[in-house]
């Protein structure tokens, strides 16, 4: 999960900013533009075409409309352009609650094991006094 980091909040929103973020989104996904269009239509009702993509990652005078963020997020598979809207406060409580749902994982994954070592070392400790 990456978050633009500037030294100006503001300037994190600046329209260049955001237009760098979804030439890069678009960049980076493994759908088409044309897939990414069409899948943001049917998401959203609205048209949508490969044209305003192209726009949106350019500097014409069209801006990304924010009513679009989250479907664009949910198409393209990442949440960055709903990151970059956010205050500081609140994209870091986003991130912490994000990583500590990675951190619970991780515990249930590594107490998941030790349950299993715990099983099997008495089964080890029986055949080492056997051995002896």
């Given at each position: 999960?990456?978050?633009?980091?500037?030294?100006?909040?503001?300037?994190?929103?600046?329209?260049?900013?955001?237009?760098?973020?979804?030439?890069?989104?678009?960049?980076?996904?493994?759908?088409?533009?044309?897939?990414?269009?069409?899948?943001?239509?049917?998401?959203?009702?609205?048209?949508?075409?490969?044209n305003?993509?192209?726009?949106?990652?350019?500097?014409?005078?069209?801006?990304?409309?924010?009513?679009?963020?989250?479907?664009?997020?949910?198409?393209?598979?990442?949440?960055?352009?709903?990151?970059?809207?956010?205050?500081?406060?609140?994209?870091?409580?986003?991130?912490?609650?994000?990583?500590?749902?990675?951190?619970?994982?991780?515990?249930?994954?590594m107490?998941?094991?030790?349950?299993?070592?715990?099983?099997?070392a008495?089964?080890?400790?029986?055949?080492?006094?056997?051995?002896?």
């Open positions: 999960m990456e978050v633009l980091k500037t030294k100006n909040d503001l300037d994190r929103f600046s329209d260049a900013k955001i237009r760098e973020l979804i030439a890069r989104v678009l960049k980076q996904s493994r759908k088409s533009r044309i897939q990414i269009a069409e899948q943001l239509s049917a998401l959203t009702g609205l048209p949508v075409t490969v305003m993509l192209n726009d949106w990652c350019t500097k014409k005078r069209l801006r990304f409309p924010l009513s679009l963020a989250a479907a664009f997020c949910e198409v393209t598979g990442t949440n960055d352009l709903l990151l970059a809207a956010m205050g500081d406060q609140l994209r870091r409580r986003v991130i912490l609650g994000h990583r500590a749902v990675e951190l619970r994982s991780l515990l249930a994954a107490s998941d094991e030790a349950a299993i070592l715990a099983q099997e008495p089964a080890k400790r029986k055949r080492y006094r056997r051995a002896k």
